[in-house]
């Protein structure tokens, strides 16, 4: 029984004086609760057997593998004399491989290495590598690392013409939250510090 029709049988028993049974009951769930979401049980987390470390789905990690095939299969940029335009193109060139390898073996919860290839292109890449790592170090509560890192990705970014900063503000705001953040879980901190290549 719908919404009207409990409505009209509400507006005929008000007239029969007769009380309503179970009114609430036939309504259905989207009825009573119209903006509720359904309740989905928990999902177990995928740990890579070998490193202990989260796994994507294997829908994501598969994306992520073809992404990186991708990225290396297509053939470098052959140098036209457009001085600006084959600087950019031999940075692009060398810094997508890492940046999709880092991202396939963080999504098979290998971060040791997702970390040493994203490591690898922070001074090219600027916030994009940087942001990957700070998502990871704050996942491995490593929030003074996320905040370094977070520093040192805007920093190889501000003058970066190839991976241009593309927010200052929104960039200090995320540095700022991580900051308030370490400062409430500093007991919690496992920082080990990184070095950039």
Do not use: C
Not at 6 to 32: D, F, Y
Not at 33 to 55: A, D, W
Not at 106 to 130: H, P, R, T
Not at 146 to 162: C, R, T
């Amino acid at each position: 029984m719908g919404f009207f029709d409990n409505l009209i049988r509400h507006a005929k028993s008000l007239e029969a004086n007769k009380p309503i049974k179970n009114l609430a009951i036939q309504k259905t769930s989207s009825e009573v609760r119209p903006n509720t979401k359904i309740k989905k049980s928990p999902q177990t987390v995928r740990k890579n057997p070998n490193t202990g470390f989260p796994m994507a789905k294997e829908t994501s990690i598969q994306r992520a593998r073809e992404m990186y095939k991708q990225t290396i299969s297509i053939s470098k940029y052959k140098p036209s004399g457009n001085k600006k335009l084959d600087y950019e193109m031999a940075i692009i060139d060398e810094v997508l491989p890492h940046y999709h390898l880092g991202d396939l073996y963080y999504k098979e919860g290998d971060w040791v290495k997702a970390e040493n290839e994203w490591l690898s292109i922070v001074k090219k890449m600027g916030q994009l590598s940087a942001n990957k790592l700070a998502v990871m170090y704050h996942k491995e509560k490593r929030f003074k690392d996320e905040i370094a890192i977070l520093k040192d990705g805007f920093k190889y970014s501000v003058h970066n013409k190839v991976y241009p900063i593309s927010d200052k503000d929104l960039v200090s705001e995320r540095i700022s939250k991580a900051t308030i953040f370490l400062t409430a879980h500093i007991d919690q901190d496992k920082s080990v510090r990184y070095k950039l290549k």
